[in-house]
Each structure stands twice: as structure tokens, then as C-alpha cells.
């Protein structure tokens, strides 16, 4: 029995791994683009693990049943699986059947922003283009390290998740970036001001200019927006990249 719940469990893992990563963009929702060869690769060799020991087993039955001793004359073998490892079923079966979703609001709520621990000292000067098309972590960078102050007055127009600021008011604008895959997640948020909190998880775009507080340029200054329009977008292919939001209609 041991030996059948091994087979199958390589099977069913091989598969799921396959389906995620050959059929269309599930993948992403747990590890970055360039893996995708990876997992391929560790669902066929899981596959062709799960098939040789299954080829592997049939012919020790054969050969036990030819000299019908093969369990040291007792005629059959007692053997049983430890409950718990039957709970090894659920993820192979969920990539196979269903696949979890990104993480989220969830997530991005129990964890503290990202904080920019690189100094830069000169910053290219911001395109004329209002509202500013900008990434959440590139408004970071400007609101808390570029002393010119450039950020201020600008409108900016940042896309990522909704996610809730819990006390202090307003709601964050969120996006999680990952290294490897899931497991290394970190977000970066921006607080919004000024805009009713749209549900969690909710992916929209929002302009508006940085919300004044402490002394721009420095760690004092709040990543913050007060919000002039706040619009609902489609979740992003790749949701674990800080990405430009999409073209404003009727640009």
C-alpha cells in the first residue's frame, strides 16, 4: 500500500506541475517567468519517477507470485499508511484540479512595506507627461530619497491591489514582488488618501499627487497619495512585478 501511495502521489505531482506551467499562465501565480523550464523539467521527472516505480513494482509481484514466497512464506504482507501522509494528497491534487490564487490582500496586510535601503544622490529628471505614469516602489524612491523634491505637486497615476491600512485612515495600494517564487514574498505599499476603500483585492489605478508629511527626500516623508480618481483594472498576467499601469483610455 506504501508503495502504491508513492506511485501515485509522483503521478499526480508530475501532472499538476505540468498543467500549471504548460497551460497557460497559472505558473505565475508561484514563481517568476524564467522558471517556468524548471518546472517543466521536475513535472516529467516526477512523471518518469512515478512510472518506473510503478513498472518496478509490477515486476516484483510477477516474481513473487512465480516463487509464491515472496513475503518469507506467509503468503501476504501487512503493511499501512500513516494517516498524515495522506494529507500529501491535497497540494498534488490542488495544482491539479485547483490552482490557489496569487497572494494578496491577506498576505500584503501581515507584513510591514518594503523599505528602500539604497541611497541614490542623483535621480534623472521626471518626464513632463501628467499624471506621471510611475511604479509604486519608483514613488517610494522619490517621496523618501530625492532631495530635489521633483514628486511634489506632480499627479502620478500607480496601479497594484487594494489592500486595508487597518488604523490611521485611508487604504493601501499594494503589490508584491517576488525573488524566486511565493515563498520569498515582500510588498510595497502606498497609502491612499481622499478615496472610499474599494473591496480587497481589488486591482485599480489611481491618480493623484503625494500626500504632504515630514520633510520630502528623507525616511520622514510618508509614501502617500491623495487620490483624485480612483478606477478599476484587470489583475495583471504577472500579478508579482511593481509594472507601469495600463495606457489611460483615450491616450
Not at 523550464?37 to 516529467?44: A, F, R, Y
Not at 491600512?165 to 508584491?176: E, K, M, S, V
Not at 528623507?218 to 495583471?236: F, I, N
Request: glycine share 12%; with cysteine.
Amino acid at each position: 500500500m506504501r508503495r502504491l501511495l508513492q506511485t501515485v502521489l509522483l503521478l499526480l505531482s508530475g501532472a499538476g506541475l505540468l498543467r500549471i506551467a504548460l497551460f497557460g499562465d497559472l505558473y505565475l501565480r508561484y514563481v517568476k517567468e524564467g522558471m517556468r523550464p524548471l518546472l517543466i523539467g521536475s513535472g516529467v521527472l516526477l512523471i518518469l519517477l512515478g512510472l518506473t516505480d510503478a513498472v518496478s513494482s509490477l515486476r516484483r509481484r510477477e516474481d513473487g507470485g512465480h516463487t509464491g514466497h515472496g513475503d518469507g512464506g506467509h503468503g501476504h504482507r501487512h503493511s499501512s499508511v500513516p494517516r498524515p501522509a495522506w494529507l500529501l494528497f491535497l497540494p498534488a491534487l490542488s495544482l491539479l484540479f485547483y490552482a490557489p490564487p496569487a497572494l494578496g490582500a491577506y498576505t500584503a496586510s501581515r507584513e510591514p512595506a518594503e523599505v528602500a535601503v539604497t541611497h541614490e544622490d542623483d535621480f534623472d529628471p521626471l518626464p513632463a507627461t501628467s499624471p506621471l505614469p510611475i511604479t509604486l516602489s519608483d514613488f517610494t524612491r522619490r517621496v523618501r530619497q530625492d532631495r530635489t523634491g521633483a514628486i511634489e505637486g506632480r499627479t502620478v497615476r500607480m496601479t497594484g491591489f487594494v489592500t486595508s491600512a487597518g488604523q490611521g485612515g485611508g487604504w493601501f495600494l499594494t503589490r508584491i514582488m517576488i525573488s524566486c517564487c511565493a515563498a520569498d514574498a515582500r510588498s510595497v505599499k502606498v497609502r491612499v488618501h481622499g478615496a472610499p476603500a474599494p473591496a480587497a483585492d481589488t486591482w485599480v489605478t489611481v491618480t493623484g499627487a503625494w500626500h504632504p508629511g515630514g520633510t520630502l527626500g528623507t525616511g520622514s516623508a510618508p509614501a502617500a497619495l491623495d487620490a483624485r480618481s480612483v478606477e478599476k483594472t484587470a489583475e495583471p498576467v504577472n500579478a508579482y512585478t511593481d509594472a507601469l499601469p495600463p495606457p489611460a483610455l483615450g491616450r
